[in-house]
C-alpha cells in the first residue's frame, strides 16, 4: 500500500503536469522510500524547472535508461484523485511515522511540530470578510489592558500578540512584567511562568506594592509556575494548564534568555530565533497575548545610553517576530524611568514616563509622549 501511494503520486504527476508545482509544495524527494519513485520524482522536479516536457519518454531518457520503469506506470483507477491528494495522503504517512519515532525517543517538541503540520495539511483556506473579521474581534474583547493607563493609549494588546519587555540587568523589568500581569487580573484571569523568580519571591514583590485585599480579590486569576526546567515542551504544558483548564487570556514568560531547547543548534543565535518564533506560534495556537521579559547585549556603555532594537540579545527576531517591543530604561540612583515602545504593530511608537516607588517596589504611571 505505500509504495502504490508513491507509485500513484509519480503517476499523476506526468498525466497531470499543470500540478506539479501544487505537489511539490506538499512533497520533496525525502518523502519516498522506493529508489525508483525517489529518482523520478527528482527528475520531474528537475524538468519542471527548466521548463521542460514532461511525459513518460523524455522521463525515462533524463532518468539515465532504467532497466525496469514499468512500476510507474499506472491504471485509470490511479489518476482519478489527481497528484496534490496523493501527495497529501503521502506527506501524511510520513507524518504519522516521525509521530511514531519520536514518541518511542520522547522527543514531544517533535511530537508537537509534527501534530501541528498534521493539522494543517489540506486544511481549506479561510477567506474573512471585513465586516466578519470587525465582528468576530469585537466578540472576542481581544484588548487586554494593561493597567497602566498612559501605556494603554497606544499599545493596545490583544490575544495571539507577542509583546517583548526587554531592559537592562537589575531595571526591574520582570517586576514590571508582573505588576502589569497583576492589573489585567482584575479583569481576566492571567498566568506567570518564572524561571527568573520562584513563586513566593513573586507574591512577596506583589504584596509590597498592592494591599492584601487587592490580592485577596485577583487571587483566583493570577496564576504562577515556577519550573525547574525551562524549554519550551515546560512552557506549553503550563500554558495547557493555565489556559484551557483555566482560562488564562495573558501569559508572561521571564525570561528569554533563561530557555534553552534539548536539540542541538549551531549556535546561541539560531536557538534563541526558534524559541521566540515557537513562542509566537503559541500564543496563535492558544489564542492568548504573551509577555516575555527579554535581557539586552552587553556594551561598552550599556548602562548609559538608551536601548535600540538592535540591542535585543543574542537574535534579531526577537525584533522581527514580536508585535510590541518597549524597553524599560532607568539610570542608577534615579526615580524616574521611560518605557520606550521601539516597536508597535498596531499603533504609534513613543515614550511612556514611569516612576520607580522604592517602598512598593514598582513602578507607577506617569505620562505619554509621542516620538
Known amino acids: 500500500m505505500e509504495m502504490q501511494i508513491e507509485k500513484n503520486v509519480i503517476w499523476n504527476m506526468i498525466i497531470h503536469p499543470d500540478c506539479i508545482n501544487a505537489t511539490l509544495e506538499i512533497i520533496s524527494e525525502k518523502d519516498f522510500m522506493h ?5 523520478a520524482f527528482s527528475t520531474i522536479a528537475k524538468l519542471k524547472k527548466e521548463n521542460r516536457i514532461i511525459d513518460l519518454p523524455t522521463l525515462y531518457l533524463e532518468m539515465g535508461r532504467p532497466e525496469v520503469i514499468s512500476p510507474i506506470i499506472g491504471s485509470d483507477d490511479d489518476t482519478l484523485f489527481g497528484p496534490v491528494h496523493y501527495a497529501e495522503i503521502l506527506r501524511q504517512r510520513n507524518i504519522e511515522n516521525d509521530i511514531s519515532e519520536a514518541a518511542k525517543e520522547r522527543e514531544y517538541e517533535l511530537i508537537q511540530d509534527r501534530i501541528k503540520e498534521l493539522r494543517g495539511l489540506g486544511a481549506p483556506i479561510n477567506l474573512g470578510k471585513i465586516t466578519e473579521i470587525i465582528e468576530k474581534g469585537e466578540k472576542r474583547n ?15 494588546l490583544e490575544r495571539t500578540d507577542l509583546m517583548v519587555l526587554a531592559g537592562r540587568p537589575g531595571v526591574g523589568k520582570s517586576l514590571l512584567g508582573c505588576s502589569i500581569l497583576a492589573n ?3 479583569q481576566n484571569v492571567v498566568g506567570v511562568i518564572s524561571f ?9 514583590r506583589l504584596s509590597y506594592g498592592y494591599p492584601m485585599n487587592y490580592l ?7 496564576l504562577i509556575s515556577s519550573p525547574s526546567v525551562f524549554n519550551l515542551r515546560e512552557v506549553r504544558k503550563t500554558m495547557n494548564e493555565m489556559i484551557l483548564k483555566r482560562g488564562a487570556k495573558v501569559v508572561l514568560v521571564d525570561y528569554l534568555q533563561l530557555m534553552s531547547e534539548t536539540k542541538e543548534f549551531r549556535s546561541r543565535h539560531l536557538e534563541v530565533s526558534y524559541i521566540i518564533r515557537s513562542l509566537k506560534e503559541l500564543a496563535k495556537e492558544f489564542q492568548v497575548a504573551m509577555v516575555v521579559i527579554s535581557s539586552l547585549a552587553r556594551g561598552e556603555k550599556s548602562g548609559e545610553s538608551k536601548p535600540i532594537l538592535s540591542d535585543l540579545k543574542e537574535s534579531g527576531d526577537i525584533e ?7 524597553f524599560l530604561y532607568r539610570q542608577k540612583q534615579e526615580l524616574d524611568a521611560d518605557l520606550i515602545i521601539a516597536k508597535n504593530r498596531n499603533g504609534k511608537n513613543g515614550l511612556v ?8 517596589i514598582m513602578y507607577g504611571s506617569h505620562e505619554w509622549r509621542e516620538e
Do not use: Q
Request: with cysteine; hydrophobic share 40%; net charge negative.
Open 142 to 156: 481581544e484588548v487586554v489592558s494593561t493597567g497602566y493607563r498612559d501605556l494603554d493609549t497606544v499599545v493596545k
Open 35 to 39: 529508489p525508483l519513485y525517489k529518482h
Open 320 to 326: 522581527y517576530t514580536s508585535d510590541v517591543v518597549c
Open 196 to 204: 527568573e523568580m520562584s513563586e513566593i519571591k513573586i507574591v512577596r
Open 353 to 360: 514616563r514611569l516612576i520607580w516607588i522604592p517602598e512598593k
Open 216 to 222: 485577596n480579590e485577583i487571587n483566583d486569576n493570577f
Open 184 to 186: 489585567m487580573a482584575m
